[in-house]
């Protein structure tokens, strides 16, 4: 049962991380200046105002205490309640996060694709014309921010040439999904970057399974170039591959920050750039702590790929 | 059926790898290449299926098989021809599986009946189970021998007339080599299938062929049946190749008797070693004195190279001593002293990693010497120099990269900087492997010249028996583990004691010419 | 390289230097970037070339003023960066066991943290300074420096002139100095230029994201000018050009540069 013990590693491993996650993401607002009481009060609060505030939001209580109640929380999906407008804080986070696994699920169908056949194509014709084309789009596309991409795209899409929507709001009271037109430019930035950046990794994968023996030997013994690509050279890119598009598409949900934030988008940057703008420690812990879970599960998903992917892994020797 | 016309191949730099090359190849026949490092021979092995190596080019001749043009087919032509007419088998066989398919599929991709009963059929034929459930076990699952199989059954699938055999022994032990080889011939003359099998190999040559083809520089040095070439050779070259593989067990009546030896310098005391859980070393014991060779023996994964790591201190052990001079060193390399450290040195089987790729030959050796200090700091370019001598190589290499020096240099340089640095135990692991066999010969005959002259006490770890026959004055077999046969190596080469030992012995590879 | 291609990459190099003439140079150029010349969002004029801002200040002034920041804090951050993983990844890959263990450890915890939730994280707690960014840098580039470190000094010992080098007599820092350091350069600092464009991005979305002194920057003038776009493209258009190229060329332009220093 190698797969079995392989996989609870995995979800071990995965657990410990998510914690150390927890207490850094605690630390850091512990350690760092200014806090919920403060910061709730505005600038003209006396420091018996503070103290009292202090008092009434529980933080005069040890801080190993506090650690423990946050995350015997988060454990029931109780993130604890914002002190700037005291709602629950995944009350605050839930539509954001809806929006944005949108903007991240429809930009991850384009991009994987995509990504596969740039680097399928560079890879096998490495040094050809259509590769060093694709490497130089793509480094450009790597390099530059994101939210500069998406400025330029504004000026050409929707202003010199005004197709589209510069602004993604959707309407009000509905999802991007009622309007679906908001996600183009959006998803159009997020594309050129993780297509440019995973189509380099899977034509790096692809020149060293086009490297390997057993590729090499399937093509001297005869083989048609379809059959030695589809069954012998791509089942032995999934390993790199999988855990940078792991990577990649988990990267997104808070790496989307400036990207919404150039179009408008009601997405999980904006909740959370708001939270940093006016202190709001809780909603800013909260967020951090989803986020990181949706990277390891992310990567404990892509584990799962290559185990799918690699009979060695998954199915003892005799 | 193949007809090779003067085949010119060409590097980048116009040097010829394949200097006008012509061969013929009846159908039916077995011819064997033989030749050094350098010969051309996978070139001219690629070059019959129609493959280049990225680098070279064709620059004129012809190869044609079953009357067609290889290099100037079309794709689908060349495909059609690797499957049905020619088949080749790469180095390594194991590694042209792919470790994602499962027996059943790897078969059925090639065969022309793509039937479960036909594949099975195919299975069968190289001695492998037929049953569903083998079908569908995946190569890793697999022994080292039955993958050998595999990757036989699934190049014949196709029903090639020939086959391209090259190097298809590369890395195995003798007893293994001499399995994988039977196979092949058994294989070959039940289909009557026209084999050119490239090695260099004489032994296994003059096995497995029927007229042999000596190749030098890419260029035939000498062709004629195998019986002739290896019975009379015509060319010196043939004959020198000849005298660097001789037989061990004759081998070891030309030794010089041993020398009376001297106090005990190294020993291993009760070593018990592991390798992620598993026992690997159980309870070994040895001892080699000063100006004495002791040879360590075993077939791959017997442990030697552990015990060597375990001496070396690259590998902690689980329990047990190493002592020198009767001093006890310390498990790991980090806790010996200095001077302990240089008492003690490793000329290992792959000398390109032991050499920094950025330092010159003579940097690497002069840092040794100055380190050591033996010598005031005006004269370590002298000491130097003197050391490359001592070792057989000119001055003028000091100023060389590791890249730019042979194999046969780089571990001649390896020896000078175990020198410099004043060792008197020297462990040598497979030393000469990687080498051709005339170049090995020469350095192991530095080795033993090196070890009478400066009284080093030298431990041989090898399987190839006949290092330890050229080398060795005592050798201990190990199996598994443990030591199953010690004593002088005249001794345990003519009468072996133990089963693993004689079974190392009558595989090794002396070359018998065929009678006719 | 042939003349045909010789021609565009001096071109690359021309423009490349008037950028980074740009960043570094213009400050000492603009006479006062928050000072209001005309009406909001006004075209280009011959007293302002590239029009004015939604407040009326100069654009043109805006640009000169607000490049330098975005090439010197991230060139001091990566090279911290660069130093500090270099420094964990060979003590982790040569000495192995415990030190390795937190290392590796460490990489891994650090790996899992996105870039953008660290600064903010760091926003939250410092404000903007310098000081935040280059943390947020440090903080997020170190593991890719740290995890290449150690791969490539692993490699090293594994191929054995390591062990050697120490067998035959070299102390540990001489090891490391003398024969890893050569070795393991040129992978490790291969993609410096790809981590220093990271490091530019980051710091221009500070100022991107409203984070920033408030003070001219080209990060900050491109979301504030997007409003505007439709009545003058240039607020937007010119800073989002000069970052783009900039990145770019600490990308391509360093990256191959490095390669050719280090062989």
Redo the contacts between chains.
Sequence with gaps: MTALRFLVRRVAATTATLLAVAVVLFAASEVLPGDAATSSLGLDATAEDVAARRVELGLDRPWPVRFADWLAGAVRLDLGTSVMSGEPVTRIIAEPLGATGLLVGVTAAVTVPLAVLVGLVSGLRRGGRADRALSAVSVVAVSVPQFVTAGLLVLLLADLVPVLPAISLPPLGGTPLDKPDVLVLPVLALTLFGAAWAGRIVRAAVIDADGL?????????????R?VVW??LL??TVPPCAHAFAWLLSGLFGGTAVVEIVFNYPGLSQTLVAAVRNHDTAVLEGVGLLLAAIIIVSFVLADLLVLL????LR???? | MIEVEGLRVENAAGEPVLAGLSLAVAAGERVGVVGESGAGKTTLA?AL?G?VRPGLRVVRGVVRVAGDDVLGAS?AR???????VL??L?Q?PP???????RVGRQVR??AADRSPAAVSRRLVEVGLPGDAEFARR?P??LSGGQQQRLALA??TA?DPRGLILDEPTTGLDAPMRRLVLDQLADLARRRGLAVVFITHDLAAAARMTDRLVVLRGGEVVEQGPTADVLGRPSAPYTAELLAAVPDPRVEVDRRLPARVPGPVVLEVANLVAARGGRVVLDDVSLAVRRGESLALLGSSGCGKTTLAQCV???LRPRSGQVRLSGEVLAPV??GRP?TQ??R???I?Q?TT??????RTVGAAIG??VR??GAVPVDRVADETRRLLELVGLPGELAGRLPRQVSGGQRQRVAIA??L??GADVLICDEVTSNLDVRVAASVLELLDALRRDLGLAVLTVTHDLGVIARNADRVVVLDRGKVVEEGPVADVFRAPAHDVTRALVDAAGAVVVPVE | MSAARRVPAGLAVLVVAFVLGVAVFGPAFAADPERIVGLPYTAPTAGSPLGTDGTGRDVLERVLAGGRSLVTVPVVATLLATALGLLLGLVGGYFGGVADAVVSRLDHLLLGLPPVLVLLVLLNGWGYSAVTITAAVVLTGTPFVSRVTRAETLHAV????V????????SHLSVIV??IL??IARPVLADFGTRLAIAITLTAAVGFLGFGSGGPNWGAMISENVEGIRLTPWGVAVPALLLGVLTVAANLGLDRLVGKVLR
């Design positions: 023996p057993h590729v090499e030997a399937a093509r001297l013994a005869g083989l048609p170039e059959a069954r012998h089942p032995a992917a690699d009979p060695r199915v003892a020797a005799r | 690629l299926v493959a794709p060349r495909r059609e021809l690797r499957r049905r088949s080749y790469p390594d590694s042209a599986l792919t470790p994602t398919m991709e090639f995946y890793h699952q699934r190049l196709g070396t201190g690259v390399l980090r200095v450290r240089r003690v040195q490793l290992p792959d990693g032991s050499l920094n790729p950025r840092r040794v380190l050591a900087r175990a410099a640095a | 594994e191929d054995g002139y062990v050697t080098a120490y067998a035959t007599g070299d003398r024969e050569p070795n």
